[in-house]
């Protein structure tokens, strides 16, 4: 539903008069809000993002305990059931990119959640390669609205410095689900007396955890600092101002055409989408690495075991590359080409130690699979990076365009057991490419905060205090682009 141009003034103007006429607030209050909004906001992104995670990999180890078998599935048949769920998820972000704009932004992911719990648990039913696929399109295209979401929510919460380290925390589910996901299909395993298949006794587990996932996100996720549930009014207000520092004015309804135009102009956002694209050209070394370590001799149960040190694996290198970006605030990029290297390394490795190495074979798997490192501080750049309530949720969704379009074309390179040999030397140029990739982008937020820099020395009219706190209300809600708002500095 629109929102009246009348509604809509009213709300501007109450909002610029809190921050206007609302008294500052100290260190402790700051705090003391934050740390309500990290006890209530974050759980919510963390979780939905562990049931996400744990849907993607599922199809990991069910392929370990028959699900090949069961439904006669070759080779290519397998890849496509991993690239289908991308096919699903691309196909949602078109219509996903106008409703994040257009309608309150946590109720319709939560309506979404829901959705992908129900067909999640479908996927315990088809008998035929075909029915699988049908399902697995479905569930992807159901997913299609929580990571971008995700972004634009972090963006909306959190200040621009705080936008790592609370990125970095719902991204590191994926190496958590990794983990559980493993040990609870260890555990369906090890239970003999299954009426069904393992396998499908798993889909349904993950289905009926994101059904109830999904209702708790509908209900009481806020949708922004004016809904927040949780906050008092004093809060809201300090929510508000410290916000406005950074020029962020929460969830808006509507779309732009202007900010459209403006982002399909901006090579930034096009770099963006190639972050997606060549940061996942690699996420088929975690759908097949478990068929990679069973292939070496070892049982469904010690596979699932070997393969859940590769998710903490990635979340230790996740938090190391958080610490990093903690050390070095405003060289996020260096930090992204840093965490590039340790995963190129074990590709190299998976490349050319030999099937006989054993447990060298299952800690390159581990390295190999480390990508989710790299791309949470690509992710928090994003989020700091794009104003704009239409260029925001465009940018964060043709970065999963990207992310789509590689998770659906790389897994058809991983087709030859048991060294899948293509697909690894695949993985080695992308991520090459990412690197190249990310020292642009380094390049042109730097020669647009220089711009910027002149421009602001030169000649200007010099706010009292008073005009300058007026200004950032208005800053606030004229739902300004990166590009417009002349104050706004890029993150590095």
């Known amino acids: 539903m629109d929102i009246s141009k009348d509604q809509h003034e009213a709300s501007v103007d109450d909002v610029e008069e809190m921050v206007a006429l609302a008294p500052a607030y100290t260190a402790e209050e700051e705090k003391a809000v934050v740390r309500k909004i990290d006890m209530i906001i974050l759980p919510f992104l963390c979780f939905v993002f562990f049931?996400?995670?744990?849907?993607?990999?599922?199809?990991?180890?069910?392929?370990?305990?028959?699900?090949?078998?069961?439904?006669?599935?070759?080779?290519?048949?397998?890849?496509?059931?991993?690239?289908?769920?991308?096919?699903?998820?691309?196909?949602?972000?078109?219509?996903?990119?106008?409703?994040?704009?257009?309608?309150?932004?946590?109720?319709?992911?939560?309506?979404?959640?829901?959705?992908?719990?129900?067909?999640?648990?479908?996927?315990?039913?088809?008998?035929?390669?075909?029915?699988?696929?049908?399902?697995?399109?479905?569930?992807?295209?159901?997913?299609?609205?929580?990571?971008?979401?995700?972004?634009?929510?972090?963006?909306?919460?959190?200040?621009?410095?705080?936008?790592?380290?609370?990125?970095?925390?719902?991204?590191?589910?994926?190496?958590?689900?990794?983990?559980?996901?493993?040990?609870?299909?260890?555990?369906?395993?090890?239970?003999?007396?299954?009426?069904?298949?393992?396998?499908?006794?798993?889909?349904?587990?993950?289905?009926?955890?994101?059904?109830a996932a999904g209702v708790c996100f509908l209900v009481l996720m806020p949708s922004g600092p004016q809904d927040a549930w949780f906050l008092n009014a004093r809060e809201k207000q300090i929510l508000w101002q410290r916000m406005a520092q950074d020029h962020e004015g929460g969830d808006k309804t509507s779309f732009s055409i202007p900010q459209l135009k403006e982002t399909l102009a901006d090579p930034k956002a096009w770099l963006v989408f190639w972050f997606g694209v060549l940061v996942t050209m690699q996420s088929p070394v975690l759908t097949f690495a478990s068929l990679v370590i069973q292939s070496i001799g070892y049982s469904q149960l010690d596979t699932m075991l070997y393969t859940a040190p590769s998710g903490a694996v990635q979340m230790a290198l996740l938090w190391i590359g958080v610490a990093l970006a903690t050390l070095l605030p405003r060289q996020r990029t260096l930090v992204a080409l840093i965490l590039i290297i340790p995963p190129l390394i074990g590709?190299?490795?998976?490349?050319?130690?030999?099937?006989?190495?054993?447990?060298?074979?299952?800690?390159?798997?581990?390295?190999?699979?480390?990508?989710?490192?790299?791309?949470?501080?690509?992710?928090?750049?994003?989020?700091?990076?794009?104003?704009?309530?239409?260029?925001?949720?465009?940018?964060?969704?043709?970065?999963?365009?990207?992310?789509?379009?590689?998770?659906?074309?790389?897994?058809?390179?991983?087709?030859?057991?048991?060294?899948?040999?293509?697909?690894?030397?695949?993985?080695?140029?992308?991520?090459?490419?990412l690197f190249v990739a990310v020292i642009v982008y380094r390049f042109l937020c730097m020669r647009d905060n220089r711009q910027r820099e002149a421009k602001a020395s030169g000649p200007g009219v010099d706010m009292g205090e008073g005009d300058n706190k007026l200004g950032e209300s208005h800053l606030l809600t004229a739902d300004l682009t990166d590009k417009s708002d002349e104050s706004f500095r890029y993150a590095l």
């Open 51 to 211: 049931l996400q995670y744990l849907d993607k990999q599922s199809l990991s180890y069910a392929a370990v305990f028959g699900l090949i078998d069961d439904l006669n599935l070759t080779n290519t048949q397998y890849s496509w059931c991993s690239s289908i769920f991308y096919v699903g998820q691309l196909v949602s972000e078109y219509p996903f990119i106008y409703l994040m704009s257009r309608l309150p932004l946590t109720k319709f992911v939560g309506a979404t959640v829901i959705i992908w719990g129900a067909m999640c648990m479908c996927l315990a039913a088809p008998k035929t390669y075909s029915g699988f696929a049908a399902v697995r399109f479905l569930l992807g295209f159901s997913e299609g609205a929580v990571s971008p979401a995700f972004v634009t929510i972090t963006s909306i919460w959190y200040r621009q410095k705080e936008h790592t380290t609370r990125t970095a925390l719902w991204i590191s589910m994926n190496g958590m689900a990794q983990v559980i996901g493993c040990l609870l299909m260890y555990g369906i395993g090890k239970n003999t007396a299954l009426s069904i298949a393992p396998w499908r006794v798993l889909f349904l587990i993950c289905g009926a955890m994101t059904l």
């Open 347 to 433: 590709t190299v490795f998976l490349l050319k130690l030999d099937q006989s190495a054993g447990w060298g074979m299952i800690a390159m798997s581990w390295l190999s699979s480390c990508i989710t490192a790299s791309m949470s501080i690509l992710l928090s750049l994003s989020a700091s990076n794009v104003k704009g309530n239409t260029k925001r949720a465009i940018v964060n969704t043709m970065f999963f365009i990207g992310y789509c379009a590689g998770c659906i074309g790389s897994p058809q390179l991983w087709t030859n057991r048991p060294r899948y040999t293509e697909g690894v030397i695949t993985s080695i140029v992308t991520w090459c490419l």
